[in-house]
C-alpha cells in the first residue's frame, strides 16, 4: 500500500507525498486478529506544496495526485497542482490545471472516454483536464452551495459525485454538462466533525449498489440500484472514525481510509471488519509523522499489487474547528524541524512515502528494504 504526507523542510511546513504499500497474500480474508505494520520512507514531492488529497491510478500505471490548497498558515492562491508518479515513486512532472482553484479534491479517468476529471471544490464544479499540460475545460456543473468531493462511475460510463455540503448524489452522462440530483438523503449530510457528509464513492462489483462513505457520521451507506434509479439509502455499518475515500476489490470487500482514526480499514461485503491497516506513531524527533495523519483518499495499483493513499495530515483547526486528538502533530504548524531520510536520499523539500507490512498473514513482518516495487502476491 503506498500513501502520501506532509514531511517538514528548514524552511516550513512541505507537502510530501508518502507511499505505503501493502503485500498481501491473496485475497483479504477474515481473521481472527490483525496486525499493524509499520512504514517506511517512498519518495518525495517538491517544496512548497500543498496537502496531496485526491489520487487515481491511471491505465499507465501511473499514480496521479491532486492537492487541497491549505498550508500551515491557511488557504494559498492559484491554481490547483496535479503531481504524476510512476510506479516506482518517481516523480515525472507537477502541471498546473488552468483555471481552477487551488482546492482540487477527487480525481479519475473515465473508463470508456478516457478523460481525467478533477473536482474543483473551491469552484463547485468537475473539471476535464490534460495530465500532460494542465489545460482543462469545465466538464460538470451543479448548483447550490455544493461541497463537491469524489467521483466514480457506473457500467455505462455515467459520472456520480458525491456533495458533502448538500447530501446530494449528483450524476451527468460521459459528455458532462449540468448534473442532475440523482439521490438527495439526510444520510448522506452531517452535523458531526470533520463538517463533511457524502465523501468517497464507488459501485460494488455487480454495479447494483452503489457506497458512500458519510464523513462526519462515521458511516458507509448503500444505495440500492434498480436499471440505473437509485432506491432508497441506509445505513450499511457505523463507527469508521472519520470515514473519507474508498475503494473496492475484486472481492467487494471496502477499503475505508479513515481520516480520524489514522488508519484504513477494510470491511467485507457483509459489513463485518477484517482487516485495520496502519496508524499514526507519533512525530520524529525530525518532525516526521511516523505512519498515517488524516489518510484521504485510497486507490490500488493496476496490478492489484499495492494500494495508495494520500496522507493529508490536515489541522482542523485551520478551519475554526475544535481540534481532533492529532491536530497539534501536523509538522510544520509549531517549530520547523530538521528535514528527514527516504530510501538514503535527502528529503528537504519534498513529501516522503511509506510501506506497510503484510496486516494479517502468518511470518513476521516484510521489512522494506527499498523503494522498489515487491513482486509479492495480493488481493487488488
Known sequence: MRIFKKIPGKCGIISAVVLVSLVLMGAAQTAGAWERSPA???ATLPEGSTGPEGLTVGRDGNVYVATFGFNRLGPVNGFGQLFVFN????LLRQVSISGSSSHLLGLAFHPTTGALLVIDFGSHQVLKVDPFTGASSVFMTVTGNAGLNALTFDKAGNVYVSDSFQGIIWKTASAGGAGKAWVTDPLLTTTGIPPFGANGIEFNKAGDTLFVANTGNDTIVQIPVTDGNPGTPQVFVNSINGADGIVIDRHDNIWVAANQADEI?????????????GDFNGVSENG??????FPASPDFSSDGEFLYVTNLALDLRL?????SVDSQYPPGWGSVPPHGQACGTDTAGGFAAW????PYFTGPP???????RSSAPIAG
Open 40 to 42: 517506511g520512507i517512498f
Open 288 to 293: 516526521v509523522p511516523r505512519g498515517l495523519l
Open 87 to 90: 510506479p516506482d515513486g518517481q
Open 366 to 372: 516484510r521489512p522494506m528494504t527499498s523503494c522498489k
Open 265 to 277: 480499514v477494510v470491511v467485507d461485503p457483509s459489513g463485518k471488519v477484517i482487516a485495520k491497516l
Open 355 to 358: 510501506r506497510l507490512n503484510p
Open 319 to 323: 478551519f475554526g474547528i475544535v481540534q
